[in-house]
């Protein structure tokens, strides 16, 4: 309890709670969001109405755990703190919009808007048990990526984590198979909003909420050097997969201009550190795209450059068509371009798109509006 003030004796909590709404309403200052809020921050809101510290796991649970939409729902807290909450907080950070589901259902896109407006988008994967959802950590993207649809937006913002575990949560209401895993691979590179992806990742890892295991969330990144040696020298425990899309500086730098001070030979080396020092699995994405980066030599220098990465694993992603410059290679092409990586000594998978239809394969996420009003 902070020590009694000149100014307490004058005007009571009760009474600057009152005065905060009336300059808020006049304001139109919008309520605050509690999803994206940690147990330390719900025990300082408790503290704040002097209420029990026990109260905080309680709603903790609610919002991460029983996945609330209103303050209603809430069965075990006192009707009058729900009250007190009610006037200053609302549960969500963000409105749920629309969904389009692809023609097998097998993948399906969702839009949310932002309180401030902006649009992002989260795709939902369906294969068997695994359903994995793909989440947005900014809207736009500063990087510019040469293939990528959502690079054409430019940067607009970056999510906070309350932003980003809500496409989680959102999501979630509206299935009836639990989401089993979450990659950080939607619009925006996850490392240029490094604080708020981990404390997001942080919250959707929580044993008392929503409760994914590390290995079940994964940040994927373009390759920005310093956070990765970051992420490795925090010994943060959720997987990592790294876009390499080339074979050479020059042919990396073409495509992924975030190579200009990310150089290939940097991105390998950290990654050789970052798999030494945590001794776990790294996955390189490979967006095969005709023409650019899908030569047999290619393949071959794949194998050469990766080989000294312990313990590393390659996906290959035949490259979704969106409406710029590049193709996909012919089928037959990807097949002698997958029979040259069997040589490979760690192990190569391929990813067929399956949301292409509806423009949620890897590369396609762009919203058309930037952002709609009210
Ligand atoms: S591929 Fe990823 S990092 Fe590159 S521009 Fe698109 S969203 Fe950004």
């Known amino acids: 309890m902070r020590p009694e003030t000149y100014f307490d004796k004058l005007i009571s909590e009760s009474e600057i709670r009152i005065i905060i709404l009336i300059i808020n309403k006049r304001m ?5 969001s509690l999803v994206g809020k940690t147990l330390e921050n719900l025990i300082e809101i408790c503290e704040s109405y002097e209420v029990k ?6 709603l903790f649970n609610w919002i991460y755990k029983n996945k609330i939409n209103t303050f209603n729902s809430i069965k075990n807290l006192p009707k009058i703190f729900l009250h007190q909450l009610e006037k200053e907080y609302k549960i969500h950070s963000l409105n749920f919009v629309r ?49 990528c649809a959502t690079a054409k937006m430019g940067f607009i913002a970056n999510l ?76 943060q425990k959720y997987k990592l997969a790294i876009s390499l899309n080339g074979t050479t500086n020059e042919q990396r730098l073409a495509i992924m201009p975030v190579t ?29 795209i005709e023409g650019s980066n899908d030569t047999i030599e290619d393949a071959s ?18 490259y979704n068509v969106t409406d710029g410059i590049f193709q996909r290679p012919d089928n037959t092409h990807i097949k002698e371009f997958m029979k040259k990586l069997n040589q490979a000594p760690f192990p190569v998978t391929i990813r067929w798109s399956k949301g292409t239809g509806i423009d949620a394969g890897c590369g396609q ?10």
Not at 53 to 58: N, S
Request: hydrophobic fraction near 35%; proline fraction near 3%.
């Open 28 to 32: 139109k200052i919008e309520k605050i």
């Open 53 to 58: 510290k026990f109260r905080a796991k309680q």
């Open 99 to 147: 969904s389009t589901q692809s023609e097998s259902t097998l993948t399906n896109k969702f839009l949310f808007k932002t309180q401030k407006g902006s649009l992002v988008e989260s795709v939902l994967m369906i294969e068997g048990k695994r359903v994995t959802l793909c989440l947005s950590t900014q809207v736009g993207c500063a990087l510019d990526c040469k293939f």
């Open 160 to 235: 906070n984590p309350g932003e980003i575990v809500d496409q989680f949560l959102l999501v979630s209401k509206s299935l009836e198979k639990p989401i089993t895993n979450v990659v950080f691979m939607g619009m925006g590179e996850p490392f240029l909003n490094y604080n708020n992806v981990i404390k997001a990742a942080d919250l959707l890892h929580d044993p008392n909420g929503i409760n994914l295991g590390y290995k079940r969330i994964t940040i994927s990144t373009a390759g920005i050097v310093k956070k990765i040696d970051q992420f490795s020298n925090e010994g």
């Open 260 to 288: 200009k001070n990310n150089s290939l030979n940097s991105l390998l080396e950290v990654s050789k550190k970052y798999t030494t020092n945590s001794n776990t699995w790294l996955t390189f994405e490979y967006v095969l």
């Open 301 to 318: 220098r794949l194998i050469e450059i990766l080989v000294g990465v312990k313990k590393c694993k390659l996906n290959i992603i035949p």
């Open 365 to 374: 996420l762009a919203t058309t509006e930037k952002s709609i009003s009210d």
